[in-house]
């Protein structure tokens, strides 16, 4: 029998399921987020806590052909040190070797964190410009939901200054900042492998290398033609939205261009706006409003023009 305030170790989804959806279950995997927000908050005494991590249902790579499916119990050192990882997503694996450090990572899960919804993690600019989704499972079943469609705004994280969680404590993470119901977890994560032509690049701004979440980070993923033409392009920055933004968001003015400076300025400028939308909660607007434009500009410099960015590792 279950009470409030234990902790419990699921054998299995179904079990999970069931117990996740019981009136304030808390699942986790890792613990690296959840532990952070926990301790010493006494909103959390009389949650039921369902351990996700290590569960062998949930512990597994599969290359799938055009796709790898990763198993949400998978930790972030687990994924760095599959070849398949690093051959066909390149871009994900380096977003998620640049997550805190080597002990935070040996616990993280990919799906904590993306599950966290933090603006500033790592892993979610790259699994949205690489159009990946999620399969949830409850009590009613499984559905498959695009990254992209995932997130909930949350403007209380945009108060954050890094790791400095001052305001959002949110211990309802999968109703209150994801678009799941109470008790659906994420059970796998599902990522079209990128192709010879399909260029990347992930950056991290932050203030301590070893450790700190970004204060700034993005992906971007993008292709040329025979003749030089941009055919595809995708940027999300992390670190400024309420929720995960691929741009451009409608029109993609870089198509069947030749790519050059003036050209991605019209990027720059179509984020650079949006942004000043968030003037009155980004934390660090001021210095943020300003880096960004410029990283972004190198970023395009380095995936189009094969221009490396000034010291690939920034720090401030
Ligand atoms: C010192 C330190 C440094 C860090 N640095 C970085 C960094 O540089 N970059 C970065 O991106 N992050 C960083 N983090 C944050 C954290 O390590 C990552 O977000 C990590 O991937 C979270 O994974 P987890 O398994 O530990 O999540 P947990 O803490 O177990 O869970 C996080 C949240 O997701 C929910 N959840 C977990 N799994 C599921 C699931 N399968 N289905 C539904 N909900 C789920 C939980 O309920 C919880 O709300 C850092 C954390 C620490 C403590």
């Keep these: 029998m279950i009470q409030v305030g234990d902790y419990c170790r699921p054998a299995s989804v179904a079990e999970a399921v069931t117990l996740c959806a019981r009136e304030g279950a808390v699942s986790f995997a890792g613990g690296t987020d959840l532990m952070v927000k926990a301790r010493g908050r006494s909103q959390f005494r009389d949650k039921t806590f369902?351990?996700?991590?290590?569960?062998?249902?949930?512990?597994?790579?599969?290359?799938?052909?055009?796709t790898i499916s990763i198993g949400a119990a998978v930790t972030l050192t687990q994924l760095l040190q599959t070849a398949a990882i690093k051959e066909s997503v390149p871009l994900l694996w380096q977003a998620a070797s640049r997550v805190a450090n080597r002990q935070v990572r040996n616990r993280a899960t990919l799906a904590g964190n993306i599950a966290n919804a933090c603006p500033a993690s790592d892993c979610i600019p790259a699994l949205m410009v690489l159009g990946?989704?999620?399969?949830?499972?409850?009590?009613?079943?499984?559905?498959?939901i695009p990254v992209a469609e995932l997130f909930r705004s949350c403007e209380a994280c945009l108060r954050h200054d890094g790791m400095q969680v001052r305001t959002c404590f949110f211990l309802e993470t999968v109703t209150k900042k994801l678009t799941l119901r109470q008790g659906e977890l994420i059970t796998s994560l599902e990522i079209s492998k990128q192709s010879a032509e399909q260029r990347s690049v992930f950056y991290k701004l932050t203030e301590n290398r070893s450790s700190g979440m970004a204060v700034l980070?993005?992906?971007?993923?993008?292709?040329?033609?025979?003749?030089?033409?941009?055919?595809?392009?995708?940027?999300?920055?992390?670190?400024?939205?309420?929720?995960?933004?691929?741009?451009?968001?409608?029109?993609?003015?870089?198509?069947?261009?030749?790519?050059?400076?003036?050209?991605?300025?019209?990027?720059?400028?179509?984020?650079?706006?949006?942004?000043?939308?968030?003037?009155?909660?980004?934390?660090?607007?001021?210095?943020?409003?300003?880096?960004?434009?410029?990283?972004?500009?190198?970023?395009?410099?380095?995936?189009f023009l094969g221009i490396p960015m000034e010291g690939s590792e920034w720090s401030i």
């Design 50 to 66: 369902v351990d996700l991590g290590g569960m062998s249902e949930l512990s597994f790579i599969r290359d799938e052909g055009e």
């Design 132 to 144: 990946a989704s999620v399969t949830v499972t409850g009590t009613e079943g499984e559905r498959t």
């Design 217 to 303: 980070n993005f992906a971007m993923t993008g292709s040329l033609g025979a003749d030089g033409t941009v055919t595809a392009f995708s940027v999300c920055p992390g670190g400024v939205f309420p929720k995960p933004r691929c741009f451009p968001e409608r029109e993609n003015p870089l198509l069947g261009r030749l790519p050059d400076r003036a050209l991605f300025q019209s990027i720059v400028q179509e984020i650079s706006d949006s942004l000043a939308a968030e003037k009155d909660t980004l934390a660090g607007y001021a210095y943020k409003s300003r880096v960004l434009p410029e990283i972004l500009q190198d970023g395009m410099a380095q995936l």
